[in-house]
């Protein structure tokens, strides 16, 4: 194949078009049961049985980093992935999603798991996806799925509402 100027230019343009062809996966979920319902209350029996749970279904989706409000309960449902993988929990403030979806925003191309509360997961959920989802107070097994696939053509959000472990009683 003979290489002119102009295939080494349309070659160096692909190249650059891939770079920009990336999925960013946004796993997050509010914590796990609770034991009472003090401030900063730790994880309950059950609680821990989904944090394991959660730490198990997210195993193999390579996550990258691994995000958790400062309380106890959010870091002991973040925890036991963190540790599996052997990876730092970034902490958040709570009060701060607006700027932490722009932090998660800037993660392209990475597997990031975000665990809050029922008050600061969907405000990140429609912050990340533009779409609405509300979590009941006896809800803790929702799994919500962000994924943002990004082209030289634009980019493309879809949000997957699943569950872990075992279904909150209703």
């Known amino acids: 194949m003979k290489r002119t100027p102009t295939s080494a230019f349309l070659l160096l343009l692909l190249l ?23 401030p900063d209350t730790p994880l309950s029996e059950v609680g ?18 691994v995000f958790s409000s400062d309380y106890t309960r959010t870091r002991q449902t973040a925890q036991p992935l963190a540790d599996a993988l052997s990876t730092p929990l970034s902490i958040y403030r709570p009060d701060t999603t607006g700027s932490l979806a722009t932090v998660l925003k800037k993660m392209n191309g990475k597997n990031v798991l975000v665990v809050g509360h029922s008050n600061t997961i969907p405000p990140l959920v429609a912050g990340l996806s533009g779409e609405t989802v509300a979590i009941a107070d006896n809800d ?3 799994l919500f799925i962000v994924r943002v696939k990004r082209s030289p ?3 493309k959000v879809d949000l997957t509402k699943t569950t872990y472990g075992k279904p909150s009683p209703q």
């Open 16 to 38: 650059l078009a891939c770079q920009a062809c990336q999925t960013t996966h946004y796993f997050l979920v509010r914590h796990a049961e609770k034991r009472d319902s003090s």
């Open 153 to 155: 053509l634009g980019k």
């Open 48 to 65: 821990w049985d989904r944090a394991l749970s959660l730490r198990n279904q997210l195993l193999g989706k390579r996550i990258d980093a």
């Open 140 to 142: 803790y097994d929702n």
